[in-house]
């Protein structure tokens, strides 16, 4: 299966902490793109990094890409309550996105 | 504001009733989709519309059918909803394929409850 693996399952972090989040794949990829959750609701497009892409950033967020070790991080500097959500890493191989198993984040006021 | 509807929010059918699911766009993307997503899962790919072509997924039951009559429309119909059909539906599009730089949009999602 393509489908991404997110380490970890759930995070909780103090307000005002980075958090991290990791996501390997099996094959080779055309891009790679990571998705918010919030309870209950539909997915919000954060980012997206291209197979030949190393670094993205976004505002407070950092995405990193190694397609030698098949692996993303997507960093949140600065946390604040309202980044709680599940957060999704999605691989896309031959026009198809593939969704990670996905990271909870639980940000502590 | 562009963006992805899905009707109703909320839907509740019986074991075996048909049921029918909507999503219309104001985007204009040339691409559906609709996935399903269980508690605490990843959203899984059921099939997705380029343009007027249907694209099924292997694994997608025969009980899940899908029509897009126009660019705006997409309805993803259950034949005969069982209990393990109770999951949230995502409606999504992109502007085009995802191997460029495209992303996807979805909608709110509606949460079936099978009784």
């Known amino acids: 299966s393509q489908q991404g693996e997110e380490d970890p399952q759930a995070l909780s972090i103090q307000e005002g902490e980075n958090a991290t989040m990791n996501c390997s794949y099996k094959?080779?990829?055309?891009?790679l793109q990571w998705y918010r959750q919030n309870s209950g609701r539909g997915l919000v497009h954060l980012i997206l990094?291209?197979?030949?892409?190393r670094e993205k950033h976004s505002g407070r967020l950092r995405v990193t890409l190694d397609t030698s070790k098949k692996s993303s991080s997507l960093l949140i500097t600065a946390s604040r309550a309202a980044d709680t959500a599940s957060y999704f890493c999605a691989t896309v191989v031959n026009e198809k996105l593939t969704f990670g198993t996905g990271t909870r984040l639980t940000i502590i006021p | 504001d562009a963006m992805v509807i899905q009707n109703p929010r909320y839907q509740v059918t019986q074991f075996g009733k048909p049921v029918t699911l909507s999503c219309s766009q104001t985007l204009n993307h040339n691409v559906m989709y609709w996935y399903q997503q269980k508690s605490s899962q990843a959203p899984k790919l059921l099939f997705h519309y380029y343009d007027k072509d249907f694209n099924n997924e292997a694994d997608t039951p025969d009980n899940f059918q899908s029509r897009r009559p126009n660019t705006s429309f997409c309805f993803l119909d259950i034949r005969s909803p069982g209990l393990g059909d109770a999951a949230m539906y995502l409606c999504a599009t992109s502007r085009d394929g995802l191997a460029g730089i495209n992303e996807q949009f979805f909608g709110p999602g509606t949460r079936l409850t099978v009784l």
């Open positions: 094959t080779s990829i055309n891009n």
């Open positions: 990094i291209r197979s030949n892409e």
